[in-house]
């Protein structure tokens, strides 16, 4: 029996909560094409006849302009510290770049094996696979390197049966049934915001946060035909500037409605129950600054 903890690290939008979620089989991270989309580590837990692999979905490293940018990149750091094995994923469609380099230069401070997974191969040609390896392998001493396709699962089973192999021999960490421990209410609010960049331009999505408020349970209607529990989920969003706001209500409001809509439609299918989604938008300039919000935020 093997088990241990397995840390997710690359730039920003290569594809490590695809990969996360193509493991599980199930969405425990929310996918989107805008950068610096994971905000904290998600925990996925993979348990087979093996062992149990613990992984650890990280924010994309970048270097940070704000508090908090810097508490994204501490979860980064906390993980490289604590993680038995190293992934970095490498977008395999994108030349090598001076994000790349600053990747690089962080994980030279760790002494934890690291491998080096190729993403999105599906997407180029094979015979340029080949230079992408010899340009990378003498930059770390790499303990595998992998063409994968997280969307796609190509390669996946191999990288996890070279996972098992480098894990320490231990009992499993968490109990089998055990996918994530993440709560309801972070995964709501990260469904939530998931709506909101699918749905809002370019530099917005950088300024925005969504706290759920509350969640509660609330007896069904006399003579409902809809037999399923009802549940009533307040949440806030935060923006920086008014104008912000504006954009996320819409022209008549058209906006606001499609992301409660699309968000409330989820989470009922995860819950199977009659939702009620009220959604509040609340202006706070420099949120990003603020240690109370951003406290909020990740104590969901």
């Known amino acids: 029996m093997r088990a241990g903890y397995v840390a997710l690290i690359g730039r920003p939008n290569v594809g490590k909560s ?5 493991i599980l089989g199930e969405k425990v991270a929310i996918i989107s094409d805008k950068p610096q989309t994971t905000r904290i580590s998600i ?6 006849d093996k062992g149990q692999i613990v ?4 924010p994309g490293i970048h270097k940070p302009l704000h508090q908090l940018n ?12 604590t993680s038995d094995l190293i992934c970095l994923l490498v977008d395999a469609a994108l030349k090598f770049g001076h994000g790349d380099e600053f990747v690089i230069e962080t994980l030279k401070m760790t002494s934890t094996p690291i491998f080096l997974l190729f993403n999105k191969v599906d997407s180029i040609k094979k015979e340029k696979v080949l ?17 994968i396709s997280a969307l796609k699962g190509t390669n996946v089973d191999v990288m996890e049966d070279r996972i098992y192999d480098n894990l320490p021999e231990a009992e499993k960490l968490y109990s089998d049934d055990d996918l994530t421990i993440q709560s309801d209410r972070f995964l ?4 939530i915001r998931e709506k909101i960049l699918s749905r809002v ?13 509350s969640i509660e349970d609330r007896e069904r209607a006399p ?16 923006v920086e500037r008014d104008n912000h706001r504006k954009i996320i209500i819409g022209r008549h409001g058209s906006v606001i409605k499609a992301i409660g809509t699309e968000a409330r439609k989820e989470i009922e299918d995860i819950l199977e129950a009659r939702i009620y989604l009220d959604l509040h938008i609340k202006v706070k300039s420099r949120w990003r600054d603020s240690a109370n919000v951003l406290d909020l935020i990740e104590g969901q």
């Open 18 to 22: 695809t990969l996360l979620n193509t």
């Open 43 to 48: 925990l996925g837990i993979k348990t087979t």
């Open 55 to 58: 992984f650890l979905d990280n």
């Open 70 to 81: 810097r508490r994204m990149m501490n979860f980064v750091y906390s993980s490289l510290e």
């Open 131 to 147: 230079p992408l390896i010899d340009k990378y392998k003498d930059l770390l001493p790499f303990k595998e390197i992998i063409p």
């Open 188 to 191: 709501f609010s990260e469904i």
């Open 201 to 213: 331009r370019e530099e917005l999505p950088f300024t925005t946060a969504v706290l759920v408020d």
């Open 223 to 238: 003579h409902s035909k809809d037999l399923r529990p009802r549940k009533f989920i307040n949440a806030t969003i935060f």
